[in-house]
């Protein structure tokens, strides 16, 4: 199938102009996604429609390369934002469609290129990322949890992947699997609806139910070679790695900056009390907007594969899980009782700064991998 | 129903919806969009609410309710401004004086500040131990016999206990929040008052010298790891090291592993050793206090090539030289490494820019001292500054009377043990 037989309205002419993405973004997160948040984040409803309307506004692919997008990483993640300071579930699994964009695109394979990126930028094919334990991986923090033989025709692949979201019975990932017969790792399109895969279902988590998370069981699961995005896989990711923790950075500033506008909406009642509080809205956005600019810079630049950027990228990314953890917890300061009630955003948001500071790559993870990257290499 | 009560009905429909707070929660009503889960539709009037209705968070009733109106949030953060908060962050916890690198700068630094003041926070941050050590004895402890372990003078943990510093070793600095005064660092963020970088040097490899197979001595660290390397010449047997550069460094250096019973080449871009003295004739004076070691010296050549060849380093020249070794330093120069700086976006020339008196950087809360330092864009990588270097940051962030820091004409002493030279 070939882009040009998509229904008309799934192919966007032209991305849209910055300005005229993120309004419509912000009108569907201020809308429609508030009135879901808190059924995604409790009772575990994916979002869909929302989602496919995020990515008609293009709002998951400001940041590919024409013509499904403008090559604006900033933009993407500016997106993402608008989405998160409303429901950091939602900005979440924008990341999540946007990284796996990033693979399709950047996987030089034609099979995928074509008419599964164009279904995928419209929003009528969905995917995630399995690739949190590949990074975990090359960071020397874990092995490799799937393993793939060459078979005629393409690989097979065997193994277990916990926790990957943004997936439903139909929806795809990208994924990597070890060829331990050629010390080497094979990329790949994982398809959640081919033979050979499972679904399982993952126990309550403690935020973001509605993200589609689920661990994957592949059983004999068979690659062929319209679905290798890379074979070997190391310089894609060496390509891909520091875009890939940069877009991330969307989650947090969204978080933030929803956190301290919850602080100025109580300050003209509490204000006479909260000024004794530490992390002030006014010092917080402060602090907020230096990360911005600093994401911003990088965002020109998002396929420097130097180690000096990628710990640039990976030291912007802790700041924003760092600061997302202090912005959350003093917004619940800020509001006293009343953010502490169960229906309350801001009591979400400190849920939510968690799962930011947790989920790979965590706080813990960038300091390791920095300190791996920094350190000075002499002679074995 | 008479006329004035129905002006004053359409009066009251026409009037925008008014939103009104509990003064209990902070829940606000909104008459726009009613209590429907109280059987309030949307356009109920505060007015219109029956007196047993209750806040539909906390349970108060209509009497404990005002009028709202939000306010904007410029007003919001002018009042903010304007209000002294009691507890300041930093009042309670004072952060103090933040010191990235725990060489001779760093701790000179730390022992001058307490000295100053029994009570100021410092905080250390180093990438290594934080033992304290001599570095120039770096180049002189096989000819003085000097067992490794007797080259820390005190370990960082007992220097920090005794100086009651707080010392995060085995650390990275990765960046400066200059906005908000607060280091980056693989153990957590600090917040600092003041932050003083003393993180020195690091070796500027020329692109044909690999790291992995070229050690760099500018630390403690590289050097033991080079000791053990090369092993004792009474168990292992003398071995071939080659030295590129023949500067300060590279020529005490082979001296040194010279008298330690290594079979030494010398390779220098230069003709001979010490080119910058060449004035003093220092080369060779220094190839004439050689001339019963085993040092080679190979002066006019360039290193085109570094490559491993089974158990050997083979370095070839531009010019179609070629030599073996067992191992191989470089010792090609310094550079000072330009991230804190960057991230902090202070001023650079050749080095962190500072003010030759003060010793400030660019940004008014960060000092630094030591080899990361230029004046006027030339850097002075030597010991005898750091001690008065330190003396003038100590006294300006304990608020002492001011020390100025004098540039002086330095002599170096060059410690070729059998012949020292003092080179102006």
């Known amino acids: 199938m070939n882009p040009a037989d998509l229904p008309r309205e799934c192919v966007l002419a032209t991305p849209p102009a910055a300005d005229a993405l993120l309004a419509a973004v912000r009108t569907i997160a201020q809308g429609p996604l508030r009135q879901q948040v808190d059924a995604i984040d409790r009772q575990g409803h994916y979002p869909k429609a929302i989602l496919q309307q995020l990515a008609a506004a293009g709002g998951m692919s400001a940041h590919l390369n024409a013509p499904h997008g403008s090559g604006d990483f900033f933009l993407a993640i500016q997106a993402m934002a608008e989405a998160a300071k409303v429901c950091g579930a939602t900005g979440f699994m924008m990341w999540c469609q946007a990284v796996c964009g990033l693979y399709l695109q950047q996987s030089g ?100 139910e509605g993200t589609g998370t689920y661990a994957l069981r592949l059983k004999d699961y068979f690659v062929g070679q319209d679905d290798i995005m890379a074979d070997p896989a190391k310089s894609l990711i060496a390509h891909i790695r520091a875009a890939f923790v940069m877009l991330q950075c969307g989650i947090a500033v969204g978080i933030i900056q929803g956190a301290i506008e919850s602080m100025w909406a109580v300050e003209s009642q509490l204000g006479h009390v909260n000024q004794y509080l530490e ?102 | 129903m008479n006329a004035l009560t129905a002006v004053a009905q359409a ?215 080079l000791r053990a390397a090369l092993g004792q010449v009474d168990e292992s047997g003398a071995k071939d090291v080659m030295i590129v550069g023949a500067g300060l460094i590279g020529s005490e250096l082979a001296n040194d592993l010279a008298l330690g019973g290594h079979r030494i080449t010398l390779l220098d871009v230069q003709a001979e050793p010490l080119a910058r003295w060449q004035a003093e004739q220092a080369g060779q004076q220094v190839l004439q206090a050689w001339k019963d070691l085993p040092i080679r010296f190979v002066g006019g050549v360039k290193v085109a090539k570094v490559e491993k060849i089974d158990e050997r380093i083979r370095v070839s020249t531009e010019c179609g030289q070629q030599f073996e070794a067992d191992q191989v330093i470089a010792a090609t120069g310094l550079t000072p490494p330009s991230r804190l700086a960057q ?24 000092y630094a001292l030591g080899d990361c330092i230029t004046v006027d864009g030339n850097a002075s990588r030597f010991i005898e500054p750091i001690s008065r270097q330190a003396k003038t940051i100590a006294a300006s962030l304990t608020g002492c009377d001011a020390i100025p820091y004098e540039q002086r004409q330095i002599v170096v002493r060059v410690k070729t043990t059998s012949m020292p030279l003092s080179l102006h």
């Open chain 1, 279 to 380: 992390d002030r809205p006014d010092t917080l956005q402060a602090e907020l907007n230096a990360l911005v600019a600093r994401v911003q810079k990088m965002a020109q630049t998002p396929f420097d594969t130097s180690t000096e950027f990628f710990i640039d990228v990976l030291d912007a990314r802790a700041h924003g899980a760092e600061l997302c953890l202090r912005a959350t917890q003093s917004a619940l300061m800020h509001q006293g009782a009343r953010g502490y009630l169960m229906s309350s955003d801001v009591q979400r948001r400190v849920r939510e700064a968690h799962f930011v500071a947790i989920v790979t790559p965590a706080i813990k993870h960038l300091r390791k991998e920095i300190a791996r990257l920094s350190a000075e290499e002499m002679p074995a």
């Open chain 2, 11 to 225: 009066v009251q429909t026409l009037a925008p919806w008014q939103q009104y707070i509990c003064v209990a929660c902070g829940l606000i009503y909104n008459e726009a969009e009613g209590d429907p889960d109280s059987s309030l539709p949307a356009g109920t009037r505060f007015s219109d609410i029956p007196e047993d209705w209750a806040c539909p968070l906390c349970g108060v009733t209509k009497s404990d309710f005002e009028i709202y109106e939000p306010p904007s949030l410029e007003t919001l953060r002018a009042n903010a401004k304007n209000c002294n908060p009691v507890a300041l962050p930093g009042q309670r916890h004072r952060p103090g004086v933040v010191i990235v690198g725990a060489g001779r700068a760093g701790w000179q630094l730390a022992e001058n500040l307490r000295a100053a003041d029994a009570t100021l926070p410092i905080t250390l941050v180093t990438v290594c131990a934080g033992d304290v050590y001599d570095k120039p004895l770096l180049s002189v402890a096989m000819a003085r016999q000097l067992p490794c372990e007797k080259l820390v003078r005190e370990t960082g943990v007992d220097a920090a206990r005794r100086l009651n510093l707080r010392l995060l070793a085995h650390t990275h600095a990765i960046s400066i929040s200059a906005d908000s005064k607060q280091l980056r660092t693989t153990r957590g963020t600090l917040r600092y008052d003041q932050l003083v970088l003393a993180h020195g040097a690091q070796a500027a490899l020329p692109a044909p010298l690999p790291a992995s197979l070229c050690w760099r001595i500018n630390h403690l660290g590289a050097y033991l790891q």
């Open chain 1, 109 to 208: 394979n034609p099979a995928l290129m074509g008419n599964v990126l164009t279904r995928h930028v419209a929003g009528l094919g969905m995917g995630g990322t399995a690739l949190s334990n590949p990074m975990k991986s090359y960071a020397q923090i874990e092995s490799l949890l799937l393993k793939a033989t060459k078979v005629d025709g393409g690989y097979m692949v065997n193994g277990t992947l916990p926790w990957i979201s943004n997936l439903q019975a139909d929806h795809y990932c990208g994924a990597i699997a070890a060829l331990p017969e050629s010390n080497a790792e094979l990329m790949f399109l994982l398809r959640c609806d081919a033979p050979g895969m499972e679904l399982v279902e993952c126990p309550t988590f403690s935020a973001m």
């Open chain 2, 343 to 366: 991230s902090a976006a202070l001023a650079w020339q050749n080095g962190i820019a500072v003010e030759a008196q003060t010793l400030r950087t660019s940004n008014p809360d960060i």
